[in-house]
Every structure is written in structure tokens, then in C-alpha cells.
């Protein structure tokens, strides 16, 4: 499906391009940083894609691990520190 945002309440619906097609590797977490909304956390598998300018740039952090991340959770004392839960469940 992808990822997708709303500027008017849901009212209208934009998707935001990431670096991989959904139907690749789909988007299984998102995160926006508290007081940066335009900083979009997107993780899919074992990556986490981070841009700083709404979609239109992206890096990748790849985890070293085999499990996916299933979500991410961003401190709220402190926003530069993010939680990744893995699901163990599935490799």
C-alpha cells in the first residue's frame, strides 16, 4: 500500500515516495520526531529509513539483526534517543 499523510485533518491524502516500493519491502513502523514533524522515522524489515525533509530525502540505518522492526518509539524526555521492537516472531 506505502506510506501515506494527511496536511487537512483527513481529509485529502498524499503518498510520500520512500526509497523502496512498498510492494518490495513493506513499511512496518513509523515515527515522527516530536517537536521536528517534518523528520519521518520509516522502519521495514531490519531498516530504519530516517528523512529530515518530508520523504523527499531518505538515509538508511540497517540493523544488525534478523528480525524485523515491528515498532519505533522515540523517547519523549529525550527525542534523539528511539526504541526499535523487534518481532522475533518472524525472520
Known amino acids: 500500500i506505502g506510506l501515506f499523510r494527511s496536511v ?11 526509497l523502496i516500493p512498498p510492494e518490495a519491502l513493506p513499511v512496518s513502523a513509523v515515527a515522527l520526531h516530536p517537536s521536528r514533524p517534518q523528520t519521518i522515522f520509516v522502519a521495514a524489515s531490519n531498516q530504519v529509513h530516517r528523512s529530515d525533509d518530508n520523504g523527499k530525502e531518505w538515509s538508511v540505518l540497517i540493523l ?4 524485523g522492526v515491528s515498532r519505533l518509539v522515540i523517547d519523549p524526555e ?6 526499535a521492537v523487534l518481532n522475533t516472531a518472524t525472520r
Open 8 to 18: 487537512n485533518g483527513g481529509f485529502g491524502w498524499e503518498e510520500i515516495k520512500t
Open 64 to 67: 544488525d539483526t534478523p528480525f
Open 78 to 83: 529525550d527525542p534523539n534517543i528511539m526504541f
